[in-house]
């Protein structure tokens, strides 16, 4: 099953929403493979948004992502890269649906929670750059035959 990787922002953690978002994502039938506490620098950050670096908000960025340690997470599931994306919603948190994470619990378009990585190759990517191998474990979903039909457990 596919993998995918969240970032729980700054945002969150200041505003102590990580249970509520993690409870979100379990709830949704996502299981947790990894999962740590750790402070961003400039270097990850500029290789996490290099597609960010000339931007004009790219300093402020930087600040909100190293103003607290954050929490990167990986996620397990059919689809999992798309299904997280749909439950984030919008980068504005102004605009992102009534539902989302972002739209539930947001105001800002930079304070907006959570990242999570846009397609399966990102993932991959973005897995391999804030988690060595033996942090993510394979473990017996036992639950997952009341969560999916056997044809979509592949
Ligand atoms: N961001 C910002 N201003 C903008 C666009 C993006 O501060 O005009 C921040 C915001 O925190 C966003 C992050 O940069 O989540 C990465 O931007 P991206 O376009 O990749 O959006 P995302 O994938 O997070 O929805
Ligand atoms: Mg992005």
Redesign the pocket.
Known sequence: MEQTFIILKPSAIRRSLVGDVLTRLQRKGLFITGIKMMQLDDTILREH?A??VD?P?FP??LR?MEATPVIVAVLKGKDAVAVVRTLVG??NSRLAAPGTIRGDFGMS??E?II??S?SPENALVEINRFFRPEEIFDYPMITAEAIYCPDEMN
């Open positions: 948004y597609h960010l931007r908000f402020s960025l909100s919008a980068t378009g930079q907006n990242h999570a846009d």
